[in-house]
C-alpha cells in the first residue's frame, strides 16, 4: 500500500481548513479552465475561462474510463453491422469525434433510458433490452442470439455494470510544467533514486495529457467554481465555460460575475459545482500547504523546499509529479531536491499481496505475532465472499502453517531496510523477518556480556576513544573492522544503498564482535594483567557503543535500551542515543589497516580449518596439540603473532609453527592443507578411537555413494521427462555428495595411516 489513500483522511481540521483556503487562493488567480465532457483534453471540445497560474488537464476523464474495453470491435466477429454509441463507450467516443458523429445520451445518471426513446422511454437498462429484444421479435426482425467474448465493466465493490456517461470535466493543461519537471531532472536539479526511473518520468512527462481534475465523489474539496444564470438572460449549457466563475468564496464569485458580465448582484444566481478536486490534486500541494502557504509563514521560509520524498515508484506521477509541477508553478522552487522510489512489498512467492490469496501480511502481525486461527478469524471477518475466503484460508495454511511469528518492531524496520535493494519488488520471507529477531536476542545477549566484563556501571570510558600502544593484534583488527564498517554506513545512507548499511551492522555485531572479538577476549578478563584488561574495556566499549549508534536507525527500540545501560563518556553527553550524534567515519579513518586485516584473514581462516577437522571427529571439549608448517618465516612470524589468538578459538593446548624443511610434524595427525604455503597437523592419536573413526568414515562414505548411484539412477530413468529445474537441484545434490566422499576417503587414508 502507499500513502495516498490515507493522506485525506488523517488530515487535522485545522490543516484540512488551511489546505481547503490554499485550493481556493491557488484556484482564484489566473489559470486556464476548461470544462469539456467525458474524455481528452480541453481544446478539443470547448473554448478556456482565464482563472489561474499554470494550465488545466486531462490524463482521462473519470475513473469509469480505465474499466471500459480499449480494443475496437474485430469485424471477422460482427454480423455485418455494428451499432455506434459515442456518449456511452470511450472507444465509440473516439471514433465520433473522428468522423464528426452525433453524441446522443440514452442513459440518464439514474441507469434509466432518457426521454427522447419513443416507447423505451423511462424504463430501466436492463428491462429496455428486454423490450427492445421483443419488439425486434414482433416485427420480425429478430434473427439469433450468440455469445460473444466481450469486456463488461464491473464496479469493484458493489457489483454493478459501469455505463459510461457524458459528463463535463475540470481540465489543466499540463505541458508546460511537465517540461520544466522534465528539465529538472535532466540538469539534476531534482534526482530520482534509483536513477531506473528516470525513463518513467520521461515517458510520462513527454506525452503527457491534460489532467481531469473533477470527481463526482461525495468525500474531497468542492471545486470553488460557480455556474452563473442572470435573470432576463438564457441559461447557458454546463459545458460552457463561459456561464462558470471561480472564487475562493461565493462572496469573490459574485464579484467576479458582476464584473464579467455588468449586471446588478441581485440578478444574479449562482450554482456551485457539486464535484470534487482529484485526491493527487489535493495532495499534490501537501509540501507547501502544510507550513501555511500562500502566507509567507516563519515555517514556509524555514523548511520549504524540504531536502529529500520517499515514497512507493507506483505513484511517481500521480503524486511526486504533481507535487513537482505546483511547486515549481506556485511557490518558484523544487519542493525537495532528492525523491527515494522504494520498492513494491510482495509476498515470499513474489506475488502481489491479495485478501482473496491469504497472503496479505498485516506489520502488526509480524510485530506480535498472530495464530493460524487468528488469521482465519479476521477472514471471516473481512467482506470478502465466503468463496474466496475458503481460498484465502487455504493460501493462508500454506503460507503460514503455523501462524506468524513474533519478531518485534525492530526485527522487522530491519529487514524491511535490508530488503530495499534499489528494485521494483521485495518479496518478503517472515522467517527471515524472524531470523533478524534472533538477531536481537544476540546484541542483547553480547551487550549484557561485555557489561559484565567491567564495562557497566562504575566503568569509565576515556573522553575521547584513542589506542594505548599496548594492544594485541586482534585488538587493533576489531578497531580496524569498526572503522570499516562506520564507512560502510556512512556511503550506504549517502547513496541510498541500505543493504549496504544493515549489512555492515550485521556483519560487524554478528561475524566480527560477536564471534571472534568477545571470544578472544574472554581469558583477558580472567587471567590477564589490570593494564591488558583494562584496555580491553576500552576497545569493547567502544566497540559496543559505536556499534549501537550505528544500528540505531534500524533497531531504534532495542539499541536505545542498550545504550542507556552503558556509561558515558562526559556529563555532558546525549542523554539518548536519539539524539546522539551518528558514527563519524572520518573520526575512525586513522585506525583502518587494511594490512593487518589481510594477515589476520589468514590467521582466522587457520581458526576455521582446525575447528572443522575437530568437528568432523566429534572433538568439542578435547584440547589437542596443533602443528603448523609454513613456507617461510614471515609467515611463520605471522601465525606466532597470532598465537594466542588460534589457540583461544581452537581449544587447542598447543601450537607449534615451523619453516617448511627445519623439522617434521609429528606422527598420528589429522593433514590440513591451508593454501600453498601452509599446511596444519593436529594430533589426533591417543585422542580419538581410531577404529570407530574409521568404522563411522566408512558406513558414511557407503551412504553417500550410495545415494549418489540412486540419485544418478532416477536421473537416467526419467530422462527428458525430468524438470530442468529438479535436474539441476540433483546435478548440484550429486556435487556436494562427491565432494564430501573425497574428504571422507583422505581422512581414512590418515586413520589408516596412525594404526
Given at each position: 500500500m502507499t500513502r495516498s489513500w490515507s493522506l485525506l483522511p488523517e488530515l487535522r481540521p485545522c490543516w484540512a481548513i488551511r489546505l481547503w483556503q490554499c485550493i481556493l487562493?491557488?484556484?482564484?488567480?489566473?489559470?486556464?479552465?476548461?470544462?469539456?465532457?467525458?474524455?481528452?483534453?480541453?481544446?478539443?471540445?470547448?473554448?478556456?475561462?482565464?482563472?489561474?497560474?499554470?494550465?488545466?488537464?486531462?490524463?482521462?476523464?473519470?475513473?469509469?474510463?480505465?474499466?471500459?474495453?480499449?480494443?475496437?470491435?474485430?469485424?471477422?466477429?460482427?454480423?455485418?453491422?455494428?451499432?455506434?454509441t459515442p456518449a456511452h463507450d470511450p472507444n465509440d467516443f473516439d471514433c465520433g469525434k473522428r468522423n464528426n458523429l452525433p453524441f446522443i445520451s440514452c442513459i440518464d445518471g439514474d441507469g434509466n433510458i432518457s426521454a427522447d426513446c419513443g416507447v423505451f422511454s423511462g424504463m430501466k437498462r436492463f428491462a429496455a433490452r428486454k423490450a427492445v429484444l421483443e419488439a425486434l421479435k414482433e416485427k420480425g426482425l429478430y434473427r439469433d442470439t450468440k455469445d460473444n467474448p466481450m469486456v463488461i465493466p464491473v464496479?469493484?465493490?458493489?457489483?454493478?455494470?459501469?455505463?459510461?456517461?457524458?459528463?463535463?470535466?475540470?481540465?489543466?493543461?499540463?505541458?508546460?510544467?511537465?517540461?520544466?519537471?522534465?528539465?529538472?531532472?535532466?540538469?539534476?536539479?531534482?534526482?530520482?533514486?534509483?536513477?531506473i526511473h528516470e525513463a518513467t518520468w520521461y515517458r510520462w512527462m513527454e506525452d503527457i495529457r491534460d489532467w481531469c481534475i473533477s470527481r463526482q465523489l461525495w468525500w474531497g474539496h468542492q471545486i470553488p467554481a460557480y455556474f452563473v444564470t442572470i435573470e432576463g438572460q438564457p441559461v447557458g449549457q454546463d459545458a460552457d465555460d463561459n456561464s462558470w466563475i471561480s472564487g475562493r468564496d461565493e462572496e469573490d464569485a459574485y464579484r467576479k460575475a458582476q464584473d464579467k458580465f455588468g449586471v446588478d448582484r441581485s440578478k444574479i444566481h449562482l450554482r456551485r459545482d457539486e464535484d470534487v478536486l482529484d485526491t493527487w490534486f489535493s495532495s499534490g500541494l501537501f509540501p507547501f500547504a502544510i507550513f501555511g502557504w500562500p502566507d509567507e509563514t516563519e515555517d514556509f521560509k524555514a523548511f520549504y523546499p524540504g531536502s529529500v520524498l520517499e515514497t512507493g515508484h507506483d505513484i511517481l506521477f500521480f503524486w511526486v509529479a504533481r507535487m513537482v509541477f505546483f511547486g515549481q508553478a506556485l511557490c518558484g522552487a523544487l519542493p525537495f531536491r532528492e525523491v527515494y522510489l522504494h520498492a513494491m512489498v510482495r509476498d515470499a512467492q513474489g506475488r502481489k499481496m491479495s485478501k482473496s490469496l491469504?497472503?496479505?501480511?498485516?506489520?502488526?502481525?509480524?510485530?506480535?505475532?498472530?495464530?493460524?486461527?487468528?488469521?482465519?478469524?479476521?477472514?471471516?471477518?473481512?467482506?470478502?465472499?465466503?468463496?474466496?475466503?475458503?481460498?484465502?484460508k487455504e493460501g493462508q495454511k500454506k503460507s503460514f502453517p503455523d501462524g506468524i511469528p513474533e519478531c518485534g518492531t525492530d526485527a522487522l524496520r530491519f529487514a524491511l531496510c535490508a530488503y530495499t535493494l534499489q528494485g521494483r519488488d521485495i518479496?518478503?520471507?517472515?522467517?527471515?523477518?524472524?531470523?533478524?529477531?534472533?538477531?536481537?536476542?544476540?546484541?542483547?545477549?553480547?551487550?549484557?556480556?561485555?557489561?559484565?566484563?567491567?564495562?557497566?556501571?562504575?566503568?569509565?570510558?576515556?573522553?575521547?576513544?584513542?589506542?594505548?600502544?599496548?594492544?594485541?593484534?586482534?585488538?587493533?583488527?576489531?578497531?580496524?573492522?569498526?572503522?570499516?564498517?562506520?564507512?560502510?554506513?556512512?556511503?550506504?545512507?549517502?547513496?541510498?544503498?541500505?543493504?549496504?548499511?544493515?549489512?555492515?551492522?550485521?556483519?560487524?555485531?554478528?561475524?566480527?564482535?560477536?564471534?571472534?572479538?568477545?571470544?578472544?577476549?574472554?581469558?583477558?578478563?580472567?587471567?590477564?594483567?589490570?593494564?591488558?584488561?583494562?584496555?580491553?574495556?576500552?576497545?569493547?566499549?567502544?566497540?559496543?557503543?559505536?556499534?549501537?549508534?550505528?544500528?540505531?536507525?534500524?533497531?531504534?527500540?532495542?539499541?536505545?535500551?542498550?545504550?542507556?545501560?552503558?556509561?558515558?563518556?562526559?556529563?555532558?553527553?546525549?542523554?539518548?542515543?536519539?539524539?546522539?550524534?551518528?558514527?563519524?567515519?572520518?573520526?575512525?579513518?586513522?585506525?583502518?589497516?587494511?594490512?593487518l586485516e589481510k594477515r589476520f584473514d589468514f590467521a582466522y581462516d587457520i581458526v576455521k580449518r582446525i575447528r572443522s577437522l575437530r568437528a568432523d571427529y566429534q572433538l568439542t571439549k578435547t584440547k589437542t596439540q596443533v602443528t603448523?608448517?609454513?613456507?617461510?618465516?614471515?609467515?611463520?612470524?605471522?601465525?606466532?603473532?597470532?598465537?594466542?589468538?588460534?589457540?583461544?578459538?581452537?581449544?587447542?593446548?598447543?601450537?607449534?609453527?615451523?619453516?617448511?624443511?627445519?623439522?617434521?610434524?609429528?606422527?598420528?595427525?589429522?593433514?590440513?592443507?591451508?593454501?600453498?604455503?601452509?599446511?596444519?597437523?593436529?594430533?589426533?592419536?591417543?585422542?580419538?578411537?581410531?577404529?570407530?573413526?574409521?568404522?563411522?568414515?566408512?558406513?558414511?562414505?557407503?551412504?553417500?555413494?550410495?545415494?549418489?548411484?540412486?540419485?544418478?539412477?532416477?536421473?537416467?530413468?526419467?530422462?527428458?521427462?525430468?524438470?530442468?529445474?529438479?535436474?539441476?537441484?540433483?546435478?548440484?545434490?550429486?556435487?556436494?555428495?562427491?565432494?564430501?566422499?573425497?574428504?571422507?576417503?583422505?581422512?581414512?587414508?590418515?586413520?589408516?595411516?596412525?594404526?
Open positions: 487562493m491557488m484556484l482564484a488567480i489566473d489559470i486556464w479552465w476548461a470544462r469539456t465532457p467525458f474524455t481528452r483534453s480541453s481544446t478539443e471540445s470547448s473554448r478556456s475561462l482565464p482563472i489561474a497560474l499554470w494550465t488545466v488537464l486531462s490524463e482521462q476523464v473519470c475513473n469509469r474510463r480505465a474499466c471500459a474495453s480499449r480494443t475496437p470491435m474485430d469485424v471477422r466477429v460482427l454480423p455485418g453491422a455494428v451499432k455506434i464496479c469493484s465493490r458493489s457489483k454493478d455494470i459501469i455505463e459510461p456517461l457524458l459528463k463535463p470535466q475540470w481540465y489543466v493543461s499540463c505541458k508546460e510544467m511537465a517540461q520544466k519537471a522534465i528539465d529538472a531532472v535532466r540538469t539534476k536539479e531534482l534526482r530520482l533514486i534509483p536513477a491469504g497472503n496479505v501480511i498485516d506489520p502488526l502481525d509480524v510485530i506480535h505475532g498472530i495464530s493460524l486461527e487468528a488469521l482465519y478469524a479476521k477472514l471471516n471477518e473481512s467482506n470478502l465472499d465466503t468463496k474466496e475466503i475458503e481460498r484465502a518479496n518478503l520471507d517472515v522467517l527471515r523477518v524472524q531470523g533478524y529477531r534472533f538477531f536481537c536476542n544476540k546484541l542483547w545477549n553480547a551487550t549484557r556480556f561485555a557489561m559484565m566484563q567491567g564495562i557497566g556501571a562504575g566503568f569509565r570510558p576515556q573522553p575521547r576513544f584513542q589506542l594505548s600502544g599496548n594492544e594485541s593484534q586482534v585488538d587493533k583488527w576489531i578497531v580496524s573492522r569498526l572503522a570499516y564498517a562506520v564507512r560502510q554506513c556512512e556511503d550506504g545512507f549517502r547513496n541510498y544503498e541500505f543493504p549496504q548499511a544493515t549489512t555492515a551492522c550485521y556483519n560487524f555485531w554478528l561475524y566480527e564482535l560477536c564471534d571472534v572479538y568477545l571470544e578472544y577476549v574472554k581469558p583477558k578478563f580472567q587471567s590477564g594483567s589490570a593494564e591488558e584488561a583494562e584496555n580491553t574495556r576500552q576497545i569493547l566499549y567502544t566497540a559496543f557503543e559505536i556499534a549501537l549508534r550505528m544500528i540505531s536507525p534500524f533497531m531504534p527500540f532495542i539499541s536505545e535500551e542498550l545504550f542507556q545501560r552503558l556509561p558515558r563518556r562526559s556529563d555532558d553527553a546525549a542523554p539518548s542515543i536519539m539524539v546522539t550524534a551518528y558514527p563519524d567515519p572520518e573520526e575512525f579513518a586513522s585506525y583502518r589497516d587494511e594490512a603448523i608448517e609454513c613456507a617461510d618465516e614471515e609467515l611463520c612470524q605471522l601465525v606466532k603473532n597470532f598465537e594466542a589468538f588460534i589457540l583461544q578459538l581452537t581449544n587447542s593446548s598447543s601450537l607449534t609453527a615451523f619453516v617448511a624443511g627445519t623439522q617434521q610434524a609429528p606422527a598420528g595427525c589429522g593433514i590440513v592443507t591451508v593454501s600453498d604455503r601452509c599446511r596444519l597437523f593436529v594430533l589426533l592419536k591417543g585422542v580419538i578411537d581410531i577404529d570407530k573413526e574409521i568404522a563411522r568414515a566408512e558406513k558414511k562414505r557407503n551412504a553417500l555413494q550410495d545415494q549418489v548411484k540412486g540419485t544418478k539412477d532416477t536421473m537416467e530413468k526419467t530422462g527428458s521427462k525430468m524438470p530442468e529445474a529438479v535436474r539441476e537441484q540433483n546435478i548440484q545434490k550429486i556435487a556436494q555428495m562427491e565432494t564430501e566422499i573425497g574428504h571422507l576417503a583422505d581422512a581414512l587414508q590418515q586413520l589408516l595411516a596412525m594404526k
